[in-house]
């Protein structure tokens, strides 16, 4: 029996260091992980390497082309004839083999500069893949510090919710005493325990909560998502030092979008010298080298030779002038030409809606920073208030309704305290994306 509860009290202590040396995941830890892992940073980072390997190979461009055929041919011969004079001839038997082969080379001396334009366009491409990736980069990360943040903030409010559940516990206990006493009615009792009930109910319900907003934050990292055995920090650092105007000018320089909307455009500019070079003669440099040879063990006939060997070489130029081909290349340049129009339209749309995006971000921002403030000094007049009616109803000088309404007061400013501190967390991370701020 003593035995047993070694193994027990064992047992129980080993669950205790369990509980107590979970591990704590930072949101530096769960970024880091979401760099490395997340799926959208990994399919960018391929986009990114696909342009990058275009652009190594842009210069090859201008080279020759060069091409090698052969080939080898065995033949076997079987004639029989017979003439009007009535002589025959029968030349069956006769083996050959024959062997050609040729080597070409064609060089683009000139194509209206259209080769010029790839390169550069292959260029722009590869450029745009690194500003996509970082854009993904930074929406990754701000995705993070949004999910991970949110179940700092569930965290808060369970802790909140565990505070109202001792309040609510001392109300039972202290109505119960009266009741059981005469001092209080039999409904206080069992308002109070409803009021217990409901809030335990969302105790739980807060727990599933933040389980499920772990489940989101998996995601961003790339990690299982039933792996929610771990705890987050208790609060969220605020930075509140930002400036509207150094923001701005920042964001006009290294927002992401912007970035990316830039280097489309610069791509449509290229592929519409792309296509204007198809209006131009193609003028090209051309050389080859021709190789034959025959064997056969008997000749068919007096004329046919049992050997036979040629070796050709030439060289010339070549130029394909474009006179009529249904105007394709004009329907190409155009729609060229409309495709840069809406890429200065997507720019100018991509810059108004950043530049709204931070104004509204930095109002958010300047607005839920007055409300902590002002939150704060709520919260401490709530729990004092709370703390002083819950004494009152103890000595049997308030109502139980006074409790309730003093309880559900610290309750609601404590949310919305988390509330605001959560909010300029997210406004802080918005304007720290927009600005292209958010990875250095």
């Not at 990058?52 to 060069?66: K, M």
């Not at 030439?314 to 809406?342: D, H, M, W």
């Not at 919260?379 to 049997?396: D, H, I, P, S, T």
């Amino acid at each position: 029996m003593h035995d047993m509860k070694r193994i027990l009290i064992f047992c129980l202590l080993l669950s205790a260091i369990h509980v107590s040396a979970q591990q704590v995941l930072t949101v530096e830890q769960a970024i880091d992980l979401a760099l490395k892992n997340n799926y959208d940073i990994r399919l960018a980072k391929n986009d990114a390497a696909i342009a990058a390997n275009d652009y190594a190979y842009a210069n090859w461009a201008f080279a020759p082309r060069i091409n090698g055929t052969a080939s080898k041919v065995w033949n076997t011969t079987r004639t029989k004839q017979e003439f009007v004079n009535g002589s025959k001839r029968d030349t069956s038997g006769i083996h050959s083999n024959n062997f050609t082969g040729n080597v070409t080379l064609s060089w683009t001396l000139f194509d209206g500069l259209k080769m010029f334009a790839t390169r550069q366009k292959l260029e722009a491409i590869r450029d745009l893949g690194d500003a996509a990736m970082k854009d993904a980069l930074i929406t990754t990360v701000a995705n993070v510090i949004a999910s991970y943040y949110a179940v700092v903030q569930g965290k808060q409010q369970l802790h909140n919710l565990s505070e109202q559940l001792s309040i609510a516990d001392e109300r039972v206990k202290l109505s119960d005493a009266k009741f059981q006493t005469g001092l209080g009615p039999k409904t206080d009792w069992l308002q109070s325990k409803v009021d217990y009930n409901a809030l335990k109910a969302s105790y739980l319900r807060q727990q599933t909560v933040i389980d499920q907003g772990k489940v989101i934050l998996n995601q961003y990292m790339a990690i299982e998502g039933g792996n929610t055995q771990y705890e987050v920090q208790d609060s969220i650092p605020l930075n509140t030092d930002l400036a509207y105007g150094k923001m701005r000018e920042e964001m006009l320089q290294r927002n992401t979008s912007l970035l990316v909307a830039k280097q489309n455009l610069q791509v449509s500019q290229l592929a519409l010298k792309e296509s204007r070079g198809d209006y131009f003669p193609v003028i090209n440099f051309n050389s080859g080298y021709n190789f034959t040879k025959l064997n056969s063990n008997a000749a068919t006939n007096s004329f046919s030779p049992v050997f036979n060997q040629n070796g050709v070489f030439n060289y010339g130029f070549s130029a394909t002038i474009p006179i009529f081909n249904g105007l394709t290349v004009r329907r190409q340049v155009k729609n060229a030409e409309l495709n840069v129009s809406y890429q200065q339209l997507s720019l100018e749309n991509t810059r108004t809606k950043v530049d709204m995006a931070l104004s509204n971000a930095f109002k958010d921002y300047e607005y839920y920073k007055t409300a902590v403030d002002l939150e704060e000094e709520n919260l401490g007049l709530a729990r004092e208030n709370a703390m002083v009616a819950l004494e009152r109803f103890k000595q049997g000088v308030s109502t139980t309704i006074e409790v309730k309404e003093a309880q559900q007061s610290l309750e609601d400013a404590y949310n919305r305290l988390i509330n605001a501190r959560y909010n300029i967390k997210l406004a802080e991370t918005q304007l720290l994306r927009l600005n292209g701020d958010l990875i250095k």
